[in-house]
T-cell receptor, first 115, second 111 residues
Framework: DSGVTQTPKHLITATGQRVTLRCSPRSGDLSVYWYQQSLDQGLQFLIQYYNGEERAKGNILERFSAQQFPDLHSELNLSSLELGDSALYFC??????????????FGPGTRLLVL | GENVEQHPSTLSVQEGDSAVIKCTYSDSASNYFPWYKQELGKGPQLIIDIRSNVGEKKDQRIAVTLNKTAKHFSLHITETQPEDSAVYFCATNTGFQKLVFGTGTRLLVSP
């Protein structure tokens, strides 16, 4: 158990809908990272938040947005969903701001299915 | 952008054999190289990492080697066990403040 929690575990929705994925980082970690894992694209970095502020951005679509709250939990909002958004969404956390030089701990993921 | 190639995509070994997975990268500024293990239905878990100031790191049955000149790094697992069966991902950092992952290697260890 990494200490990172994600809810829900599974999510089934329809095209055009909006969903919110939630992540709680490990105790003491200030950074939260969101990743998308699909069969054809592999594991792709979406966005990082550090202590409430956006720190780095990856291949995140404009239909997707995220935020980190004062208690450090984070939410990833996916809107106008398309079939191609079906994937596993992982949250990871790390102690500091530089997740590219320190260990990132991954949560169990949320499996999103868009029908 | 940064590109990480990982080979092989699948690897089948007998219990007790060694397994080697190789990755190559393109950004000469990369200086952090973690390896993750992902079991079915779970998130990736860090198993070992190496920084660019060392050429090799070992942790029990797992070792990683880094060749910065050739821009490749490898994961070595010795005395494989069935519980080593999983998908393994290499990764490295880029100047764009993100980790880039390889495409994964599915390792199957047969008893």
């Amino acid at each position: 158990d990494s200490g990172v929690t994600q809810t829900p575990k599974h999510l089934i929705t329809a095209t055009g809908q909006r969903v919110t994925l939630r992540c709680s980082p490990r105790s003491g970690d200030l950074s939260v990272y969101w990743y998308q894992q699909s069969l054809d694209q592999g594991l792709q970095f979406l966005i990082q938040y550090y202590n409430g502020e956006e720190r780095a951005k990856g291949n995140i679509l404009e239909r997707f947005s995220a935020q980190q709250f004062p208690d450090l939990h984070s939410e990833l909002n996916l809107s106008s969903l398309e079939l191609g958004d079906s994937a596993l969404y992982f949250c990871a956390s790390s102690v500091g701001s530089s997740g590219t030089k320190e260990t990132q701990y991954f949560g169990p993921g949320t499996r999103l299915l868009v029908l | 952008g940064e590109n990480v190639e990982q080979h092989p995509s699948t690897l089948s070994v007998q219990e007790g054999d060694s397994a080697v997975i190789k990755c190559t990268y393109s950004d000469s500024a990369s200086n952090y190289f973690p390896w993750y293990k992902q079991e079915l239905g779970k998130g990736p878990q860090l198993i070992i990492d190496i920084r660019s100031n060392v050429g090799e790191k070992k942790d029990q049955r797992i070792a990683v080697t880094l060749n910065k000149t050739a821009k490749h790094f490898s994961l070595h697992i010795t005395e494989t066990q069935p519980e080593d069966s999983a998908v393994y991902f290499c990764a490295t950092n880029t100047g764009f403040q993100k980790l880039v992952f390889g495409t994964g290697t599915r390792l199957l260890v047969s008893p």
